[in-house]
């Protein structure tokens, strides 16, 4: 007998396999931000409010903190929200 590969999972499996981040490259995260490249370096080099790594001498951004960043002020919000992410989201819930 071979287990359904489609079945769902009971609820505490799924949401162990759902908590998991999620790592960026600076042009991936440009692009969901709404922003340039040179936004994303520039806030490596200048903010210790985005999480991220060096992997293979690359950066590589985690999309929460991206997210969070692009929430601090009215002009980053603005950019996310119209040319970014935000604009596939009709609204945003807080959790």
């Known amino acids: 007998m071979s287990k359904n590969p489609n079945k769902a999972l009971p609820q505490k499996e799924a949401s162990k396999k759902l908590n998991y981040e999620i790592w960026l490259s600076v042009s991936e995260a440009a692009?969901?931000?709404?922003?340039?490249?040179?936004t994303i370096r520039r806030a490596v080099k200048e903010?210790?409010?985005?999480?991220?790594?060096?992997?293979?001498?690359?950066?590589?951004?985690?999309?929460?903190?991206?997210?969070n960043y692009m929430n601090l002020n009215?002009?980053?919000?603005?950019?996310?929200?119209?040319f970014g992410l935000g604009q596939y989201v009709d609204r945003w819930k807080d959790f």
């Not at 692009?31 to 040179?38: I, N, R």
């Not at 903010?47 to 997210?67: A, P, Q, T």
Request: proline share 0%; aromatic share 8%; glycine share 6%.
């Open 47 to 67: 903010s210790n409010l985005l999480v991220y790594k060096i992997v293979k001498d690359r950066y590589r951004i985690e999309l929460k903190s991206l997210i």
């Open 74 to 82: 009215t002009k980053l919000n603005n950019k996310f929200l119209n």
């Open 31 to 38: 692009s969901l931000a709404g922003v340039g490249d040179k």
